[in-house]
């Protein structure tokens, strides 16, 4: 079976993290404060806050931008979950906008019929690696005088006429173990402004400013030392593994015709997290089939989240047909690193045959 999705780690990750062991460091420390560093210069951001997962990063950057009950965030529909229940965790409501057909991504033509007099932010998804349109939602933001929370968790290395996602507005990364890079668990939040930096390390660490003495609330969203070493390492080796990615979906591009494939907007840099293709027809039925070939698929993701029944219990009856629409035609290919040309062609194979 060809895995949809296969962490890469090499002997270079087991030895950072024997190094940790044998430090006695194991919580967070100086690798920590490292990673941030490295992470900070890869995005272009004055700070790079480390936490202990990408829904920590996202619910701690909207919590330090002081959004909670009574505000409103627009988002969209078309994401996992996390997205959207980051919003939830602060006691203020998501308003879903519809996406974009090519894109998947929120679509910025429909945000300002969504905007009312409480909406705080626009927490936007670069989903499956390909940057939301920045230029548009910068400028509305900027008209409407809203927050932007980057959710960049599919997106690392992502970046709009050489600016790197995460760094429009306050951006959110996950470290899971299926992501462009991993730690197992973590996350990172990015940002320009260094009061809503210190504001995230106060909410990582129980709200303390010196040891024991506590201003104000915050939670425990650490990340620690052994999965910072693992960061490190796979930090360093971003770039390759993005060039595969992006060799990998411009093969299968090129070589698939009979089902509709992910496009790239001219002056951005997808780096292909997920190579997403619609199928019209049966979808679950083609799943069926490569799964029998031996190819590893996902389906990302087959309800958006309106139409998830917490969404529903409380009371969400959007009808938002381009997400519906793509949440019953979407499947992602294998296209990670690990693939060989063997795996590719027989990718192209059977999704020819379809
Ligand atoms: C993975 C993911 C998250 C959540 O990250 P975790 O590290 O799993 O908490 C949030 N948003 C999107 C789009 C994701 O893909």
């Known amino acids: 079976m060809i895995p949809i999705s296969k ?13 940790v062991l044998a430090s006695g460091q194991l919580a967070q420390g100086p690798r920590v404060a490292e990673f941030e560093r490295r992470f900070a210069a890869l995005v272009g951001t004055k700070a790079a806050i480390a936490v202990s997962s990408g829904t920590a990063a996202l619910w701690m950057a909207l919590l330090a931008h002081g959004i909670g009950p009574g505000d409103e965030v627009i988002t969209t529909p078309f994401s996992f979950i996390a997205s959207a229940n980051s919003i939830l965790f602060t006691g203020a409501k998501p308003v879903f906008v519809d996406i974009e057909e090519t894109s998947f991504n929120i679509n910025p033509m429909l945000i300002e019929a969504a905007i009312t007099p409480r909406t705080k932010a626009i927490l936007l998804v670069h989903l499956y690696g390909n940057p939301a349109d920045m230029e548009a939602i ?8 809203l927050l932007v929370i980057e959710d960049c968790a599919q997106a690392i290395g992502a970046e709009i006429n050489g600016k790197k996602v995460g760094s429009f507005g306050t951006g959110c990364f996950s470290l899971y173990a299926t992501k462009n890079i991993c730690t197992g668990e973590g996350g990172m939040i990015t940002t320009n402004n260094d009061e809503i930096a210190e504001r995230c390390r106060k909410l990582r660490q129980h709200g ?4 024991y ?14 999965q910072a070493a693992i960061g490190i390492v796979q930090l360093s080796k971003l770039e390759p593994f993005t060039q595969k990615r992006e060799a990998n979906a411009y093969y299968l591009t090129e070589h698939l015709h009979n089902v509709i494939t992910p496009t790239v907007r001219p002056g951005t840099r997808h780096v292909f997290h997920q190579y997403t293709i619609r199928v019209k027809g049966d979808r679950d039925e083609a799943v069926k089939m490569l799964t029998e070939a031996g190819i590893g698929t996902g389906v990302f993701y087959p309800l958006p989240i309106h139409k998830q029944k917490v969404y529903v219990e409380l009371g969400y009856t959007d009808h938002l047909p381009v997400a519906e629409q793509a949440a019953r035609e979407v499947i992602s290919l294998p296209v990670h690193p690990a693939l060989s040309q063997a795996d590719l062609d027989k990718i192209v194979r059977e999704v020819n045959q379809l």
């Open 7 to 19: 962490p890469l780690l090499g002997p270079e990750e087991h030895q950072a993290v024997i190094e």
């Open 208 to 211: 303390m400013s010196v040891r």
């Open 138 to 145: 910068m400028a509305i933001a900027r008209e409407y005088g």
């Open 213 to 226: 003495y506590h201003d104000s609330l915050g939670y425990n969203f650490r990340m620690t030392d052994l």
